[in-house]
C-alpha cells in the first residue's frame, strides 16, 4: 500500500484524474478551478466543488457564521478564477450528532449572508452524521462565463507578464482567512474591458503551489520578483509565497494587455511580479500541500 502521505496532493491527482470521464458537452474537464459545460450559444456552466473540514480550514473555536461563509467564498473564488458569475449552490454538511443545532444554524446563516451578497440561490444539499467528533461543509456551486471564454490556466505563453490581486500573506494569523472577497467583480471588469487573462487560478495554496500549476498548465517555466510581492503588512516574501488562503486571483497577460492595465481603473489593485518564460522554473518554497502538509 502506498501512503498518500507519501505521494502529496498533485501525485494523488494525476493517479485519480485518468479515472474521470466525460460526454461531449463537457468542454473542459478536471485540472482547472473549475469544469466548463456546454450550455446555449451565448453561454457556458461553471462546475465547481469544495470543501472545509475543522482543524485543517477553520479551528473548532470559529465563529458558526464564518465558518459557512468561508465554505461557500472558496467556491465562488473558483468560479471568480475562471471569469465568471456564481448561480447556484448546494450545500452537504457532515458533523457528529452531539455538536448542538445552534452550530448548524449559524453556519446556514453564514452561507446565506455570502450568498445574498453574490446573487446565489442556495438550492438545497444534504445532511449526515459522522461516526466521531468532528465538521465538514463541501459546497457543490455553478455558475455561468461567456460561451467559449472562461479563461484556463493552461492558457498562457513565454513572455506573459504575470500578476496578483490585492495583497499576500498572513491569512491564518489574521484571519483574512475566514471573511476574504472572492474577486469576481475584478474578474468580471477585466473581462468586459477586453483585459481578459491569457491565463488565471485563485491563490488557495500559496503562490509557491500554485503558481508552478499554473505554469506547467501552460507548459511554460516563470521567473517570480520577490522585491515586487504585494504583501500585508508585517509579512515577508516568504509568507507571501508560502501561507496560502489569500484567495486573491493569480493572473498572466499577454505585454499588450499588460500595457493596459495601468491606465484602467479596476476594483481591486493589481501588481506585476513576474513573467513565464519559454523554459526554467524559479525555485520557490512550496505552500500548502494536502496529505503531506
Not at 59 to 82: N, Q
Not at 213 to 238: I, K, M, N, Q, Y
Amino acid at each position: 500500500m502506498e501512503p498518500l502521505s507519501q505521494l502529496g496532493e498533485d501525485a494523488v491527482l494525476r493517479r485519480l484524474l485518468p479515472h474521470l470521464t466525460g460526454n461531449e458537452a463537457l468542454l473542459v474537464g478536471a485540472g482547472d478551478d473549475c469544469a466548463v459545460a456546454a450550455r446555449n450559444a451565448e453561454w457556458d456552466t461553471l462546475l465547481k466543488t469544495d470543501a472545509v473540514v475543522e482543524g485543517v480550514h477553520f479551528t473548532r473555536d470559529t465563529e458558526p457564521e464564518s465558518i459557512g461563509r468561508k465554505a461557500l467564498a472558496r467556491a465562488v473564488s473558483d468560479i471568480a478564477a475562471m471569469g465568471g458569475i456564481p448561480e447556484h449552490a448546494l450545500v452537504t454538511l457532515l458533523v457528529h450528532p452531539q455538536r448542538g443545532v445552534e452550530l448548524l444554524e449559524g453556519i446556514y446563516r453564514g452561507l446565506a449572508r455570502l450568498a445574498a451578497e453574490f446573487g446565489i440561490s442556495l438550492a438545497g444539499g444534504e445532511t449526515t452524521a459522522l461516526p466521531h467528533d468532528g465538521l465538514a461543509i463541501s459546497v457543490a456551486l455553478t455558475g455561468r462565463v461567456e460561451h467559449g471564454r472562461a479563461v484556463l490556466r493552461s492558457t498562457a505563453r513565454p513572455g506573459d507578464f504575470l500578476y496578483v490581486s490585492g495583497k499576500l500573506g498572513g491569512s491564518f494569523e489574521s484571519g483574512r482567512h475566514l471573511d476574504f472577497t472572492p474577486r469576481v467583480q475584478l474578474a468580471r471588469t477585466l473581462m468586459e474591458r477586453g483585459l481578459r487573462p491569457s491565463a488565471m487560478m485563485d491563490l488557495s495554496d500559496g503562490l509557491g503551489t500554485d503558481l508552478p500549476r499554473l505554469a506547467a498548465a501552460s507548459r511554460c517555466g516563470f521567473e517570480v520578483d520577490e522585491a515586487s510581492l504585494p504583501l500585508h503588512d508585517g509579512c515577508t516574501p516568504r509568507q507571501g509565497i508560502c501561507d496560502g488562503e489569500d484567495y486573491e486571483l493569480l493572473m498572466s497577460f499577454p505585454p499588450e494587455v499588460a500595457e493596459r492595465l495601468s491606465e484602467t481603473p479596476l476594483p481591486t489593485p493589481v501588481t506585476r511580479i513576474g513573467r513565464l518564460t519559454a523554459e526554467g522554473v524559479q525555485n520557490l518554497p512550496s505552500g500548502w500541500q494536502h496529505f503531506t502538509a
